[in-house]
């Protein structure tokens, strides 16, 4: 089992960075695919990114290509989205998630989730 809770979240003028941080705790977070996830306000809920148990390929949303970036140590348990080129749009709360079968399009598809961190990006 695994709780993870998010961190990092905050206000940040548009065309600023942003990294946010998903910790883990329970066994076997190296046995588990992460995700990110975001909802605006009255949007629902979007897959961002995600990246592989080993960490080895990571998948993101044509919104956020060539501007986010996710990664995770499994010896210290992490996970990270580094968040670059911040525009309004990005404006959400931020969720992780973690599947045991790999990497799914839905936040509801996976075994864990946290409670979410807010960010918001100011023009």
Avoid: H
């Amino acid at each position: 089992q695994l709780q993870l809770e998010e961190s990092g979240g905050t206000t940040v003028q548009a065309g600023g960075s942003l990294r946010l941080s998903c910790r883990a705790s329970g066994r076997a977070f190296a046995a588990y695919a992460m995700a990110w996830f975001r909802q605006a306000r009255g949007g629902e809920r979007e897959f961002v990114a995600a990246t592989t148990a080993n960490g080895e390929k990571t998948y993101y949303d044509d919104s956020v290509k060539g501007r986010f970036a996710i990664s995770r140590d499994n010896i210290k348990n992490m996970a990270w989205l580094q968040m670059n080129s911040l525009q309004p749009e990005d404006t959400a709360v931020y969720y992780c998630a973690a599947r045991y079968y790999g990497i799914a399009p839905r936040f509801d598809e996976y075994d864990y989730r946290g409670q979410g961190t807010q960010v918001t990006v100011s023009s």
